[in-house]
């Protein structure tokens, strides 16, 4: 599976940007995608994860009912909507795939894109 994240950018604080990261490969709808992130100088963290059937999804405590996470199966495209942005948002964020759900463990995942910046203007 290879992954491709976009939608990052300049956003103001307060702002709702969609990211979305595009997969290719016929086995997509069969992994579990996250997203993490970095910001500059500290380590990768997770933000969210959603299985493979959307069923069931998974935050990280800091961005729990700001962030949303979705896919589409048929686009083969996960998104996450961030809502809310605040400066503390400012990150490289990567997309990730799978065959495991609900790990907040960055070596659990197999594939990762190669990653979209958000930077938040105050």
């Known amino acids: 599976v290879q992954l491709q994240a976009s939608g990052g950018g300049l956003v103001q604080a307060g702002g709702s940007p969609r990211l979305s990261c595009a997969a290719s490969g016929r086995t997509f709808s069969r992994y579990n995608m996250g997203w993490f992130r970095q910001a500059p100088g500290k380590e990768r963290e997770f933000v969210a994860a959603i299985s493979w059937t959307s069923t069931n999804t998974y935050y990280a405590d800091s961005v729990k009912g700001r962030f949303i996470i979705s896919r589409d199966n048929a686009k083969t495209t996960v998104y996450l909507q961030i809502n809310s942005l605040k400066p503390e948002d400012t990150a490289v964020y990567y997309c990730?795939?799978?065959?495991?759900?609900?790990?907040?463990?960055?070596?659990?995942?197999?594939?990762w894109g190669q990653g979209t910046l958000v930077t938040v203007s105050s």
């Open positions: 990730a795939a799978s065959s495991r759900y609900g790990s907040s463990d960055p070596s659990a995942y197999d594939y």
